[in-house]
């Protein structure tokens, strides 16, 4: 059974920095991008917005605008765990984070910020930044 479980969410002060962790079985992890979105509060029928995609070795990554400069993705295909390190955290980062999986072979080009481009879905972890 395909499983990603999202930890490390919770409240946290504007400037302040949250360290989530995605962990994941039963699939070849190195065969697969991870990557990381989130849902704003309130907002069920907006799309699920592109924050952060690893390669299956580790050796691309990919962040959206709104988080460069702030977040660092990082895979350890040992421990098949992805962990999104984000610092100088804004109110606006508040959203429910959700790590999802894309197989390597089946994305097109390009860099993989698409929700259709997943096959798996963790159930999410709740970051809240309080101005």
């Known amino acids: 059974e395909v499983q990603l479980v999202e930890s490390g969410g919770g409240l946290v002060q504007a400037g302040g920095s949250l360290r989530l962790s995605c962990a994941a079985s039963?699939?070849?992890?190195?065969?697969?991008?991870i990557g990381w979105f989130r849902q704003a509060p309130g907002a069920p029928g907006k799309e699920r917005e592109f924050?952060?995609?690893?390669?299956?070795?580790?050796?691309?990554?990919y962040y959206a605008d709104s988080v460069k400069g702030r977040s660092t993705i990082s895979r350890d295909n040992v421990k098949n765990t992805v962990v999104l390190q984000m610092n100088s955290l804004k109110a606006e980062d508040t959203a429910v984070y959700y790590c999802a999986a894309a197989r390597s072979t089946a994305l097109k080009p390009g860099p993989p910020t698409s929700k259709d481009d997943y096959d798996y879905w963790g159930q999410g972890t709740q970051v809240t930044v309080s101005s």
């Open positions: 039963g699939f070849i992890f190195d065969d697969y991008v």
């Open positions: 924050v952060a995609a690893i390669s299956g070795f580790g050796v691309r990554t």
